[in-house]
């Protein structure tokens, strides 16, 4: 089974600052890892996605993650914040296979950004 | 291109009724999604149709159905609504796993 951890429900940064937001899975096999934003009363945006290519992904928005094997994370970075960053972010894992295709969510980290 | 379109934006509905949720996915995305989102939960898979197929069902009770018609529009149905089933419900499309799944804007269904 699929499990995703993200550490720190809030995170609060000031503007120009670095973002880190961590996430860690567990899969027994090797994963898709996927950030996901989210702003209030909408879906979910995708912000990049790792699917075993290079293991540091670009995303839009400026924001980055970087797949490491050893310590099963995929943490997510932006160098300087933005007011327009305030959200809520999504890690997510979902299995190889073509039997069927789920996404299993961590619970959340939701990002304040101070002026 | 057009997004994943979900109808209703916003559904109230009293215990006991029944709902239905509708969810049209990117043209040429075959594989349709549904998830739940609550406060206390968090997001939380419901089922995945392929092809009209249900492929994986999350663990949720009996009352919580889908279909996917054959153009892969995607219905789920909640029969003898309670009042823990409000939540925001979003219908996610892939083409396949590894391209990744665009979300629809949600419907947030609220029990009374």
């Known amino acids: 089974a699929q499990s995703v951890t993200q550490l720190g429900s809030h995170v609060s940064v000031s503007e120009g600052a670095l973002v880190l937001l961590r996430c860690n899975y567990s899969?027994?096999?090797?994963?898709?890892l996927f950030w996901y934003v989210q702003y209030p009363n909408q879906g979910l945006q995708l912000l990049l996605k790792?699917?075993?290519?290079?293991?540091l992904v670009k995303g839009i928005n400026g924001f980055e993650a970087e797949f490491k094997k050893s310590e099963t994370s995929f943490h997510l970075t932006k160098p300087s914040a933005h007011m327009s960053d305030a959200a809520e972010y999504f890690c997510?894992?979902?299995?190889?296979?073509?039997?069927?295709?789920?996404?299993?969510f961590g619970g959340g980290t939701r990002l304040m950004v101070k002026p | 291109k057009a997004g994943v379109t979900q109808t209703p934006r916003y559904l109230i509905k009293t215990r006991g009724q029944q709902v239905t949720l509708s969810c049209s996915p990117i043209s040429g995305h075959r594989s349709v999604s549904w998830y739940q989102q609550t406060p206390g939960q968090g997001l939380q898979f419901l089922f995945e149709y392929f092809s009209e197929t249900q492929r994986n069902k999350g663990n949720f009770p009996g009352r919580f159905s889908g279909r996917q018609f054959s153009n892969s529009r995607s219905e789920m149905n909640v029969s003898t609504l309670e009042l823990g089933d409000s939540a925001l419900y979003l219908c996610?499309?892939?083409?396949?796993?590894?391209?990744?799944?665009?979300f629809g804007s949600g419907t947030r269904l609220t029990v009374v």
């Open positions: 899969s027994s096999v090797p994963p898709y």
């Open positions: 790792y699917t075993s290519a290079a293991t």
């Open positions: 997510a894992v979902s299995g190889r296979g073509n039997a069927g295709n789920m996404l299993t």
């Open positions: 996610a499309s892939s083409l396949a796993p590894q391209t990744g799944y665009t």
